[in-house]
C-alpha cells in the first residue's frame, strides 16, 4: 500500500521561508510526476508547482520566482522551498505522486495535507 506523508507546514510572517517535505512510501517500483497543490477556503484545488521524473518543472505563476520544488528519488521525496512568503499563499498544501507499485499501472497518490499559514 502506497502512502504520501507531508510534513513541514506551519505559522511564518510575511517575507519568511518554509520547506514542505513529501515522502513517498510503500511497494512503490516507480515515481513519473510528482508535484504541489494548494486549496484555498472554498476553492478547487490548484497546482503550485510540478516536477517530472526527469526533473523538469512547471510552476503556477503566482509562486515563479518565489518556490522551488525539487525531489530525491533515492528517498522517494519531493520538497517545496517557499520564499518571500505573502499571506495570499495562505491555504492548505498537499502533494501528489503518480506511482507504479506492486499494484499494476500507474495511480496517482495525494498525501493528507499541511497547512500553511502566512501573517502580514
Known amino acids: 500500500q502506497v502512502r504520501l506523508v507531508e510534513s513541514g507546514g506551519g505559522l511564518v510572517q510575511a517575507g519568511g521561508s518554509l520547506r514542505l517535505s513529501c515522502a513517498a512510501s510503500g511497494s512503490i517500483f516507480s515515481i513519473n510526476t510528482m508535484g504541489w497543490y494548494r486549496q484555498f477556503p472554498g476553492k478547487q484545488r490548484e497546482l503550485a508547482a510540478s516536477?517530472?521524473?526527469?526533473?523538469?518543472?512547471n510552476y503556477a505563476d503566482s509562486v515563479k520566482g518565489r518556490f522551488t520544488i525539487s525531489r530525491d528519488n533515492a528517498k522517494n521525496t519531493v520538497y517545496l522551498q517557499m520564499s518571500n512568503l505573502k499571506p495570499e499563499d495562505t491555504a492548505v498544501y498537499y502533494c501528489?505522486?503518480?506511482?507504479?507499485?506492486?499494484?499494476?499501472?500507474?495511480?496517482?497518490?495525494w498525501g493528507q495535507g499541511t497547512q500553511v499559514t502566512v501573517s502580514s
Open positions: 516536477i517530472t521524473g526527469g526533473g523538469n518543472t
Open positions: 501528489k505522486a503518480n506511482i507504479r507499485s506492486s499494484r499494476p499501472g500507474w495511480y496517482d497518490y
